[in-house]
């Protein structure tokens, strides 16, 4: 009796350890997991801090800057460069939510002379952004990875480019992002209203 006594103690003993591992683990975990995320994280800022950003791809230069409504406090965007226009307040926010929360699938070791391999010796695409603070940063996109998913990119590159750097795999959405018309930069204009005037009545024979 006094061995399944122990036995059962043991047991218990053991159960008692299991729960606290896995209290424990349910605990850290969590955490874990969000500290996993923003170290996966391209860029370390919200998108309402950026207030001036530009890109600039092989076809066009464009600038926008954030403009503020002094009376309801609320902001839009404006296009300063190559015309100045309102923005597509959906086509910025597109861009500007993907720098926020983009993330990095992997990262590759390279050297400066494998630039050309990656596509990063001629950008598609390179977005600089300046926050409220003043910092800035930059994102250098290239060429397409082989699964079709993601682009090779650099995260706020040195100047001039050093012997050695990360090539990061960010989500192919950059290329949508980037690579627009011009037009769709630009707020769409509202189409004209129409002349809902009655036309004059034309005269009958008899009123000649």
């Keep these: ?10 047991i218990a003993l053991a159960l008692s350890l299991a729960g606290a591992v896995s209290l424990l683990e349910f605990q850290v ?3 874990e997991e969000a500290a996993q995320e923003e170290r996966q994280k391209i860029f370390n800022f919200q998108a309402d801090r950026i207030q001036y950003f530009t890109i ?13 409504d002094i009376k309801g406090g609320k902001s839009s965007w404006k296009m300063k460069v190559p015309t100045e ?5 959906a086509s910025v926010d597109f861009l500007l939510d993907r720098l926020a929360t983009g993330k990095i699938d992997r990262t590759i070791n390279a050297t400066s002379d494998r630039l050309q391999e990656f596509g990063l010796d001629k950008p598609q695409a390179t977005v600089t952004v300046k926050l409220d603070n003043q910092e800035t940063h930059r994102l250098v996109l290239g060429k397409t990875d082989f699964s ?10 040195s100047e001039p480019p050093g012997q050695n750097f990360s090539v990061l795999l960010v989500p192919f959405d950059f290329k949508n992002a980037t690579q627009r018309p011009l037009s769709e930069w630009k707020k769409a204009e509202a189409p004209p209203k129409e002349n809902k005037s009655k036309p004059s009545p034309v005269p009958s024979p008899e009123n000649k």
């Design 29 to 31: 975990n969590p955490k």
């Design 148 to 157: 079709g998913r993601f682009l090779y990119a650099l995260a706020n590159p």
């Design 1 to 10: 009796m006094k061995f399944q006594k122990n036995t059962f103690v043991l």
């Design 56 to 68: 600039k791809t092989p076809a066009n230069i464009l600038t926008f800057e954030r403009d503020y």
């Design 85 to 89: 226009s309102p923005a597509n307040q």
